[in-house]
């Protein structure tokens, strides 16, 4: 099992450790209430140096992107990252991923870790000449500072980084080593992410130090799950994966149709045409429960879907899920039951989910 | 890796790791260190309604952690007459105080000669023993 850098560190510290898609990680710091809390409320900071990290670059990198992912990368202008899928002949969705644009040449892409063979093996299999791709997940750390407060503390690592927008970013230097910070995340509020492109151990020690001392608290993936459930946020493998297409993910909206081609492209216009028959879909309970993976959804009597992860969420006091509906279940308010159990509990479709930013 | 668990001498237990504690025609009942340890951080309770009758072995309410569900299983049968609302807003305390503050419910038994069929302290912390034994050697 492959483990994330700082693990011997944070195991001082944590309250669980455990196994997320091959690496030995931490799931909860302290408690899942503290860490929530604070992400929302404040700051908190998530180790995510389990992610792939892929760095994409030579003459003919962004054409090879062009064809790989469903974004329009040509008009991705360098300094900004973008959400993209990487699709397979039949519009099945290989991966869902970041992809920031350093120049005009070069890209640093960030993937599940779930995937990472897969998408590696894709990725080489369909390279072009004068493409360098490498795999550098091992040689970096990857942390994510979420929350309101987030700009303020990493500015104070890095100078200000206030003024970025959502899903900008840049290159700023600590201890003679450069990391590339973007104003993104993964938790529906604002934040940050820090990925060191140089430095080892000692370097990744002391940013995480940093943060430490600041009083940003150390948040696990528990709590990670939980936020992304509040934004709406599908995770790959466990709400979607290669048998879905962007259309059910309810993901159709990171592709651009309009691009002359990618790969999964002719699939999609077949597909548009006839529509999902399942649509990812918000559900919040109305009555107790906490909607589980699995757990089976209700119309009156009518079995209509399947609760793909869900969470009792803090911010409402209440479950809130993603289960696969009939895409004319999407209405706001429309009335469902979660069978919890053996007991039908009475919930809603959301169309918004619990969180969403307000976009600095 | 081994953990403790605290098992009270006075208290009764179940194989499902419920305990109760017997008040001369009631039964206090909840679950055992070793089912919140087991469970980690407890996110919700789902408590009985009072008045409800419950058979032993039904399901008496259930605990949700954060990444599990488990019930909480009736060790006695009875009329529940009292249940612990307090750990609506605050589940964290079945987390904290397993055996004193965070009982679950009181039940007016039905039959007190069940209370025989429990384990008593020992009986259940070689239970327990046992248990943890058994999966030493599944990991082996």
């Known amino acids: 099992m492959n483990k994330i850098p700082l693990l011997d560190l944070h195991e001082k510290t944590a309250k669980e450790l455990g196994e997320f898609a091959g690496w030995r990680t931490v799931i909860t710091f302290s408690t899942l209430r503290e860490e929530h809390e604070a992400v929302r409320k404040k700051a908190g900071i998530f180790d995510i140096s389990h992610m792939t990290r892929t760095k994409i670059s030579g003459p003919g ?71 360098l791709v490498e795999d550098i997940t091992e040689n970096s750390a990857f942390f994510a500072v979420q929350g309101p407060k987030s700009s303020s503390y990493v500015s104070s690592l890095v100078g200000d980084v206030s003024g970025f927008k959502w899903f900008e970013g840049g290159f700023r230097t600590v201890d003679d080593c450069r990391l590339l910070v973007t104003r993104s995340g993964y938790t529906g509020g604002d934040g940050y992410e820090l990925m060191t492109l140089c430095g080892e151990q000692q370097l990744y020690e002391k940013v995480w130090s940093f943060f430490m001392e600041k009083g940003v608290k150390p948040c696990g993936l528990a709590c990670r799950d939980v936020c992304r459930i ?44 006839k529509g999902p028959v399942k649509k990812l879909s918000l559900v919040e309970m109305m009555e107790p429960g906490v909607p589980r993976p ?32 009939p895409p004319s279940l999407q209405v706001d308010g429309y009335e469902v039951y979660v069978d919890v159990r053996g007991s039908r509990r009475r919930a809603v479709v959301r169309t918004k989910p619990l969180i969403s930013l307000s976009r600095p | ?15 499902d790791h419920e305990w109760v504690l017997p008040e001369k025609k009631h039964a206090v009942v909840g679950i055992t260190d070793y089912a919140q340890k087991k469970l980690r951080e407890i996110i919700y309770v789902e408590l009985p309604h009072i008045n409800t009758k419950v058979h032993a072995r039904e399901v008496l309410g259930t605990v949700e952690s954060v990444k599990s569900t488990a019930d909480v299983l009736a060790p006695v049968s009875g009329r529940v007459v009292e249940v612990n609302s307090k750990l609506l807003d605050h589940p964290e305390i079945l987390n904290e105080s397993p055996y004193t503050e965070g009982w679950i419910a009181k039940i007016e038994l039905s039959d007190p000669s069940e209370l025989e069929k429990l384990l008593d302290a020992d009986e259940y912390r070689r239970f327990l023993e046992e248990l943890e034994e058994e999966k030493t050697e599944e990991e082996m």
């Open chain 1, 61 to 131: 990198a962004t054409k090879f992107l062009q064809k790989v992912l469903t974004i329009d990368v040509e008009k991705l202008k360098p300094g900004r990252m973008k959400y993209s899928l990487i699709l397979n002949m039949d519009g099945g969705i290989i991966d869902d991923v970041t992809v920031y644009k350093v120049t005009y040449d070069s890209y640093l892409m960030v993937s599940n870790a779930l995937t990472r063979s897969h998408v590696l093996e894709w990725l080489k299999n369909n390279v072009d000449e004068e493409v």
């Open chain 1, 230 to 273: 509040e934004a709406g946020f599908p995770l790959y493998g466990q709400d979607f994966d290669e048998r879905n297409d962007p259309f059910e993910a309810g993901l159709f909206w990171a592709v651009k149709m309009d691009k002359q081609f990618f790969i999964g492209k002719e699939a999609l216009e077949r597909k548009q045409a």
């Open chain 1, 294 to 325: 699995g757990y089976k959804v209700y119309v009156g009597d009518v079995e209509a879907g399947v609760v793909t992860s869900g969470c009792l969420s803090p911010l409402i006091g209440r479950g809130f899920g993603l289960a696969y509906l």
């Open chain 2, 1 to 15: 890796m081994s953990e403790t668990y605290e098992v009270p001498d006075e208290l009764l237990y179940t194989k």
